[in-house]
């Protein structure tokens, strides 16, 4: 069986620059890291990065790569933007944000309209505008869901 110690001299190898999280396995590799350092068969070279010690490390060197297909990549990509583009719609289509001409308390109420957009993902109804006139109908509904600490998987 491979140690935590034999796991990380093989992934020095493999890779210039590597982070405790690439380790991998069910045991956290800190504490096998730090001793590693301490004995010399690995270097620290950044916060939370290591080397073998005669690994050239560039000043502006990263250790992400890229993982997986290109596909997979694509996919990594699109879900990225994907987030800002499910907040954009709601915030400035059914809220108005980009109508809305404030400029006193202007970063007051946009962070008004992320947590209003966040709390109608967990209103029933197909669109924004029909969760808004639902919660028009009964405020109540608001008024829970500002109350809970955590958020049902089903709608409300």
């Known amino acids: 069986m491979e140690t935590i110690a034999e796991r990380i001299l093989k992934m020095a190898r493999n890779q210039t620059v590597f982070r405790a999280h690439d380790v991998g396995g069910t045991i956290d590799p800190r504490s096998t890291l730090r001793r590693m350092v301490m004995r010399g068969d690995i270097t620290r070279v950044g916060r939370g990065l290591y080397a073998l010690p005669d690994a050239e490390v560039g000043a502006n060197h990263s250790p992400s790569r890229p993982k997986g297909t290109p596909a997979r990549q694509l996919a990594l990509a699109r879900s990225h933007w994907e987030i800002g583009n499910c907040l954009h719609h709601p915030k400035d289509r059914s809220l108005g944000e980009d109508a809305d001409r404030t400029r006193l308390g202007a970063s007051t109420m946009a ?12 209103v029933a109804g197909n669109s924004v505008p029909q969760k808004q006139v639902r919660i028009a109908a009964r405020p109540s509904i608001a008024v829970s869901l500002l109350k809970r600490k955590r958020f049902p998987a089903k709608q409300i």
């Not at 962070?111 to 967990?122: C, D, F, N, Q």
């Open 111 to 122: 962070r008004v309209r992320s947590l209003g957009a966040g709390l109608l993902v967990h």
